[in-house]
């Protein structure tokens, strides 16, 4: 088998991979920048060839481009540490076998690699399946895993024309995902059309739908085009498809099965290429089960399904998100932009958003409009935000820090001489790689104090205690740590 090539300017990430490649009796090679993987492939080629995006002497993104000119079968993995929504599908774009999140699981890690190694066995290209991409960066907000599943999602699908049923919460972005997939198809320059079903009247939503001939009915003054002819060439996105009346169900069903449908008082009918997107926040099998939504429309709409998570579901979001929306509401009201201290952070950090994504923006704009002060403080939030979050009362605080500012003096004396002691007991008894021993025990309780304190957040923990993010993901792993 050929060697699979790691090309990262990070030398713990290719020593990390080397390890794991060499458990798995893997043959590898590693290089530290794009040029001299493409000198390299003049002469020979990897098995795979894993990549990371941006690096000081080049980017993954053209190295990909270069490679699926010359070895255009040869699966390639994109890492990177920024992940966002334009390094997910531009990964796709070039024709990425997939794309992994830094930090990434060492197992799942060489569980994709050696996916990858069969997709070069079977000698089957991947560049069909992926699509071009042009990204509004501040289009959808997602640093989670859960959102990388999304975004691989859409990358996938970039290139489809497939009918497609968003779930989800409300308040999760389901039309922000919707539109995401209209602007980076091949429909991108059609119409993108948003219809929610929920926000009409019964009465009008045929019409609404459909459209009506003039003299349809009384009132009817002039012809309508409905919103199926209004996305013609484009696409039609029906949010709470699941509140569509019963007999609707039956005129949409007839519309998407034959491609063609009348207005109201037509005698012609009205062909339209028209892609749906549909979305709902409600549990459809259970709407079908109750007699309540058609089971052969369901099967029509849910050829691809994609979830929204809810906010809880990726709360390590919600401060990049905080400071999204604080931007955009200030850019909006046209008032200087207030910035939130990392207290609230964290303490917003630490809300169950029922209302989801939309709640957290709503949180902002009240922010944005009746705080008097250019830093949002914990006593600016308002009342029930502090309730649930449980915020101490600032003399609390300050005891707490003045008590843990003691120990911190205190501490060293203690640990030091405890260790010593500890030591040189283990050396008395005999026992073997005692510094290694000491020092797992010292790395292991100086890691989970760090995830203590920063509430499991590892970014802002490898950041206070001055080690890089791969650093202490490592270590976690190594450790055996569930933070």
């Not at 989800?168 to 995902?177: A, F, I, Q, R, Y």
């Not at 104090?449 to 792993?477: F, H, W, Y």
């Amino acid at each position: 088998m050929k060697p699979i090539w790691i090309v990262d300017d990070d030398q713990s990430i290719r020593w990390v991979l080397e390890k794991a490649l060499a458990r798995e009796n893997i043959p590898h090679k590693s290089f530290s920048n794009p040029n001299d993987v493409l000198n390299a492939l003049e002469k020979e080629s990897p098995q795979v060839l894993i990549s990371d995006i941006r690096m000081p002497r080049g980017n993954g993104l053209e190295l990909l481009q270069h490679v699926k000119i010359s070895h255009p079968n040869l699966p390639v993995i994109i890492m990177t540490a920024y992940s966002d929504l334009d390094s997910a599908v531009s990964s796709f774009q070039g024709g990425a076998f997939e794309y992994l999140t830094k930090p990434f699981d060492v197992d799942k890690a060489i569980e994709l690699i050696h996916r990858a190694i069969e997709q070069s066995d079977r000698n089957q290209s991947n560049t069909k399946e992926l699509s071009a991409w042009v990204q509004d960066s501040t289009e959808i907000i997602g640093q989670a895993p859960a959102m990388q599943e999304v975004f691989r999602a859409i990358g996938r699908l970039s290139q489809s024309h497939a009918t497609v049923l968003i779930t989800g919460e409300s308040g999760t972005g389901k039309e922000l995902v919707a539109l995401a997939l209209h602007r980076h198809s091949p429909r991108a320059r059609g119409p993108f059309v948003a219809f929610s079903t929920a926000a009409v009247p019964k009465d009008l939503l045929e019409s609404e739908l459909f459209g009506h001939e003039r003299g349809a009915f009384p009132g009817a003054q002039t012809l309508r085009r409905g919103r199926f002819e209004q996305a013609d060439s484009g696409t039609l996105f029906l949010d709470e498809i699941g509140d569509l009346p019963f007999d609707l169900q039956t005129r949409l069903l007839r519309a998407l099965s034959d491609g063609h449908f009348y207005r109201i008082g037509g005698q012609d009918p009205i062909k339209v290429n028209v892609r749906i997107i549909a979305s709902t926040h409600q549990n459809l099998e259970s709407r079908v089960a109750a007699g309540f939504f058609r089971e052969d429309l369901l099967h029509r709409l849910n050829l691809i399904r994609l979830r929204m998570p809810p906010l809880r579901e990726r709360s390590e979001d919600i401060p990049l998100l905080a400071r999204h929306f604080m931007l955009s509401c200030a850019k909006a009201l046209g008032v200087e932009p207030k910035k939130l201290s990392e207290e609230v952070l964290k303490d917003i950090g630490l809300m169950s958003f029922p209302g989801n994504v939309r709640q957290l923006e709503n949180l902002c704009h009240w922010l944005t409009v009746m705080t008097p002060s250019n830093v949002i403080g914990v006593g600016d939030l308002p009342g029930d935000i502090i309730s649930e979050v449980n915020v101490q009362p600032l003399s609390a605080q300050t005891e707490t820090t003045q008590v843990g500012a003691s120990a911190a003096r205190a501490g060293p004396i203690d640990w030091e001489s405890g260790l010593s002691r500890l030591a040189a007991k283990m050396l008395q008894d005999g026992d073997k790689d005692v510094y290694d021993a000491l020092c797992s025990k010292f790395e292991r309780a100086v890691l989970q104090a760090a995830l203590e304190v920063t509430r499991g957040r590892r970014v802002e923990a490898a950041q206070r205690l001055g080690i890089g993010r791969n650093t202490i993901t490592r270590k976690l792993q190594e450790l055996g740590i569930d933070d």
